[in-house]
């Protein structure tokens, strides 16, 4: 079992940046990712790193957000820059041991964050 805590949200103006992390512990052992959640939207995702440090993103957020992870210090992040006003949403780390099919489909992951909420005007 892994405790997920994140950190780093805030209210910002478009086109400013945020760096969001999640700690927690054997990070190395997750495959990890970050998700949003908008009012009256579903659970988005927005970036996957796997265990080897590959990544994947959603197609909205792609070169502009960028996740990392430091299994040293069980840290996952992620850099927003360029944010938009459609970037507002809580946004929530997830961790999950196995990760067959769709990073982004948020069954996958057993472990979540209490989430941070980001708002850009």
């Known amino acids: 079992h892994v405790q997920l805590v994140e950190s780093g949200g805030g209210s910002v103006e478009a086109g400013e940046s945020l760096r969001l992390s999640c700690v927690g512990s054997d990070f190395s052992r997750y495959y990890m990712a970050w998700f949003r959640e908008a009012p009256g939207k579903g659970r988005e995702g927005v970036a996957f790193?796997?265990?080897?440090?590959?990544?994947n993103y959603a197609w909205s957020v792609k070169d502009r957000f960028t996740i990392s992870k430091d299994n040293a210090n069980n840290a996952l992040y992620l850099q927003m820059n360029s944010l938009k006003p459609e970037d507002t949403a809580k946004y929530y780390c997830a961790a999950t041991w196995a990760c067959g099919g769709s990073w982004s489909r948020p069954s996958i992951y057993s472990y979540w964050g209490q989430g941070t909420q980001v708002t850009v005007s």
């Open positions: 790193i796997d265990r080897g440090g590959a990544t």
